[in-house]
């Protein structure tokens, strides 16, 4: 699965002709703050991703990765990419009781019964090299065909639903307009 996440300001639709000779005489300014507008959303949608998901921080950070920014694509947009499926519960505190893991998909703590991190008997149980520190599931009762246990968090949905596409909303469009209008003043006085 992979989404991608672009955003362009109809607002500015109205100022089509001042932007179109800010454009030909210094075309470096419009990708700037667009790059900028961006950035700084980009910084919002990985502070509630990051909270909406349960992921630690450098994980949401790499699955984000670098923005296509206004200079590189030749376009005034700025597009974060991101894709994958359901994470692996290793990367959500995953912690082995009796029942079985429990871990932090959404930031709530949650039992995924039958899981295991460990070998041997409890209350000895010990860390096994191979898991990897990965939570594992068994597919038959004989416990020789093992998967990894997943959580049903998976990113690209994440980004853009909830309270990580609003943040994005409620910053970006905002922003641009402001400094976009901004320039303009500065530049032509109105």
């Given at each position: 699965?992979?989404?991608s996440?672009?955003?362009?300001?109809?607002?500015?639709?109205?100022?089509?002709?001042?932007?179109?000779?800010?454009?030909?005489?210094?075309?470096?300014?419009?990708?700037?703050?667009?790059?900028?507008?961006?950035?700084?959303?980009?910084?919002?949608?990985?502070?509630?991703?990051?909270?909406?998901?349960?992921?630690?921080?450098?994980?949401?950070v790499?699955?984000?990765?670098?923005?296509?920014?206004?200079?590189?694509?030749?376009?005034?947009s700025?597009?974060?990419?991101?894709?994958?499926?359901?994470?692996?519960?290793?990367?959500?505190?995953?912690?082995?009781?009796?029942?079985?893991?429990?871990?932090?998909?959404?930031?709530?703590?949650?039992?995924?019964?039958g899981?295991?991190?460990?070998?041997?008997?409890?209350?000895?149980?010990?860390?096994?090299?191979?898991?990897?520190?990965?939570?594992?599931?068994?597919?038959?009762?004989?416990?020789?065909?093992?998967?990894?246990?997943?959580?049903?968090?998976?990113?690209?949905?994440?980004?853009?639903?909830?309270?990580?596409?609003?943040?994005f909303?409620?910053?970006?469009?905002?922003?641009?307009?402001?400094?976009?209008?901004?320039?303009?003043?500065?530049?032509?006085?109105?």
């Amino acid at each position: 699965m992979m989404i991608s996440m672009r955003w362009a300001d109809q607002h500015l639709a109205r100022y089509a002709e001042l932007l179109e000779q800010v454009n030909r005489e210094s075309p470096l300014i419009l990708p700037r703050i667009v790059n900028q507008v961006g950035n700084r959303a980009k910084t919002q949608v990985i502070r509630h991703l990051t909270a909406q998901t349960g992921l630690p921080r450098k994980t949401i950070v790499k699955a984000v990765g670098n923005p296509s920014t206004a200079r590189a694509n030749g376009k005034l947009s700025y597009e974060m990419t991101t894709r994958g499926g359901q994470i692996r519960l290793k990367y959500l505190a995953p912690r082995e009781t009796r029942a079985g893991v429990v871990a932090k998909p959404f930031g709530k703590r949650t039992l995924f019964a039958g899981t295991f991190m460990k070998g041997g008997r409890f209350p000895n149980r010990v860390g096994v090299a191979a898991f990897g520190g990965h939570v594992m599931r068994r597919l038959d009762r004989a416990g020789r065909k093992l998967a990894f246990a997943r959580s049903d968090v998976v990113i690209p949905h994440e980004m853009t639903t909830g309270a990580t596409l609003a943040a994005f909303e409620r910053m970006a469009a905002p922003l641009l307009r402001t400094r976009v209008e901004a320039m303009l003043i500065r530049r032509f006085g109105r």
